[in-house]
């Protein structure tokens, strides 16, 4: 959908391999390869982001994110940071499009679009947006297991490969645990909480993530922290004691598996699924 406005980040030498940030990308040249795309102009990044809004919006339905109006992703403006374009209030995720996303301010203000927006999630949103500048996008919804843990109150072990892409980046807050989020002040303790991590697990609520590079990347660490709830409570179950991964090897995992490249890089799988056989999502 962004050929003309997209460069890829190879340059125009096009026989010379392109700049690795991660051992998972080709050193060979030539070989097809997602790239992380640059933009011209402040127009074109926006429809990008707007465009991966909402097929993040799709993959959480086909996730089986859904709870009623309850859940809600948001992405900062990047040609207005004070504002973010968020899922309409009341659109079931499957049906939210380009054409219906809302863009509102740090006040919960309606400044583009003709539906309201969420009350808990622009409580919520808005307090990490505004107090974590360097925060693009981020992600709540109200799913099965990521609810069920948090209501252990406590962090992710390393249990897998895919537990440690969170090792020692994400916390457990326990601050208005179970208190729906529709007063202004109640999204600070979140807010402060993604200063130095990705996700946010919270006691009695659910998980949240964000991230600093994009809105691919949260929503992929949303689904991989929901599947890592899902493997922590199937070990519990059990009544076995896991082996845990230890911490060299923990930190080795995150570092290769766990950085934002790779989210971005994770969800380019589920865009390409949902390009070819969604095509509504662009109206």
């Known amino acids: 959908m962004l050929d003309v406005a997209e460069k890829s980040v190879r340059g125009a030498d096009e026989t010379a391999a392109p700049t690795r940030e991660s051992i998972?990308?080709?050193?060979?040249?030539?070989?097809?390869?997602?790239?992380?795309?640059v933009f011209d102009t402040p127009a074109a990044e926006r429809q990008h982001r707007k465009e991966r809004l909402v097929a993040a919006c799709r993959a959480f339905h086909l996730h089986g994110f859904d709870y009623g109006f309850a859940g809600h992703i948001s992405v900062r403006d990047p040609e207005h940071p004070n504002l973010y374009w968020?899922?309409?209030?009341?659109?079931?995720?499957?049906?939210?499009?380009?054409?219906?996303?809302?863009?509102?301010?740090?006040?919960?203000?309606?400044?583009?679009?003709r539906h309201a927006v969420n009350r808990a999630g622009f409580i919520l949103h808005a307090a990490i947006h505004e107090e974590n500048p360097e925060i693009v996008a981020v992600c709540h919804a109200h799913t099965v297991y990521g609810t069920a843990y948090a209501a252990l109150g406590e962090p992710l072990a390393p249990i897998s490969q895919d537990a440690c892409a969170f090792?020692?980046?994400?916390?457990?807050?326990?601050?208005?645990?179970?208190?729906?989020?529709?007063?202004?002040g109640q999204g600070n303790p979140l807010a402060a909480a993604f200063a130095e991590v990705r996700a946010v697990i919270h006691q009695n609520h659910g998980l949240l993530t964000a991230s600093r590079h994009s809105v691919d990347d949260a929503a992929f660490w949303f689904?991989?922290?929901?599947?890592c709830c899902q493997q922590a409570?199937?070990?519990?179950?059990?009544?076995?004691?896991?082996k845990l991964v230890g911490e060299e090897d923990a930190r080795h995992s995150r570092e290769h598996v766990g950085n934002d490249f790779i989210g971005w890089l994770h969800f380019q799988t589920i865009w390409n699924d949902l390009q070819a056989t969604q095509p509504d999502m662009f109206e």
């Open 24 to 37: 998972y990308q080709p050193e060979q040249a030539g070989l097809e390869f997602p790239e992380v795309p």
């Open 86 to 113: 968020t899922n309409p209030m009341a659109v079931h995720f499957n049906q939210v499009k380009v054409s219906n996303l809302v863009l509102a301010d740090h006040e919960g203000r309606v400044v583009e679009g």
């Open 167 to 184: 090792w020692n980046d994400h916390q457990v807050v326990t601050d208005s645990a179970g208190k729906v989020t529709v007063m202004e």
């Open 223 to 227: 689904i991989a922290l929901e599947r």
């Open 233 to 242: 409570l199937a070990v519990k179950a059990t009544g076995v004691a896991p």
